[in-house]
């Protein structure tokens, strides 16, 4: 199996996404569209799945690769590829699909507690000045008292707003890199979205694609 991978700045990257990937021996190819990667040129119907980053730049800015993006998100939404973004890459699911992605009164930064739909808080990074409308269609997974935080649509694609693929050095250089440095983050306070991010993969890029192949060969 091989992903595509969708990064668009160089502090935000794959982060423990690379060690669930070796570990299941997923192959992954990164792409820089931000910095003129020519992703229009991509076959959807040669892709096993997509993950979208995060990144420093709004969906509603007028790049040809955002369009471009969200272009190849319907494409694969349409063939029941999956999809995962985070942040950035959340909204750009968001925007694809018609709904709003909105300035925010105040930016959410820093660690902080998301709520599941059962009621169990989960502790993620969050990065972001922009939130998202809710998607027509789509299931609510994680919201907190800012904003929608997390959401499935089409059972085969999963937008996360916060991140979960943080490691506590890889936070302090996001901080630094935008000139707002972040405190000591104790790695245990990330070890349970590690982990729920682990799930989120497997179930979208191992069991969503088990199941899509086994469906195309009866």
């Given amino acids: 199996m091989k992903l595509t991978v969708m990064q668009h700045t160089d502090t935000e990257d794959l982060g423990t996404i690379k ?7 997923v192959d992954i190819v990164t792409y820089r569209p931000d910095q003129g990667d020519p992703i229009a040129q991509l076959n959807p119907a040669e892709m096993d799945g997509l993950i979208l980053l995060g990144g420093p730049m709004s969906v509603n800015d007028d790049f040809d690769w955002l369009a471009a993006e969200r272009i190849l998100i319907r494409s694969l939404n349409k063939l029941g590829r999956p999809v995962l973004g985070i942040c950035l890459g959340a909204q750009q699911i ?7 992605v909105y300035r925010m009164p105040q930016p959410e930064e820093g660690i902080g507690t998301v709520r599941g739909t059962d009621g169990t808080l989960l502790n993620v990074f969050h990065w972001h000045g922009e939130a998202m409308s809710r998607l027509p269609g789509s299931t609510l997974l994680y919201e907190n008292e800012h904003a929608l935080q997390g959401f499935a649509y089409h059972d085969h694609i999963v937008g996360f707003q916060f991140h979960l693929e943080v490691t506590p050095d890889m936070i302090a250089e996001i901080g630094a890199a935008a000139g707002k440095p972040q405190g000591p983050v104790n790695p245990g306070i990330l070890d349970h979205g590690h982990q729920v991010l682990a ?16 469906a195309a060969d009866e």
């Fill in 19 to 25: 060690d669930w990937a070796a570990d299941k021996q």
């Fill in 94 to 100: 968001t925007k694809a699909f018609g709904a709003n």
């Fill in 199 to 214: 799930a989120t993969l497997d179930r979208l890029f191992l069991y969503c694609l088990l199941y899509t192949s086994d």
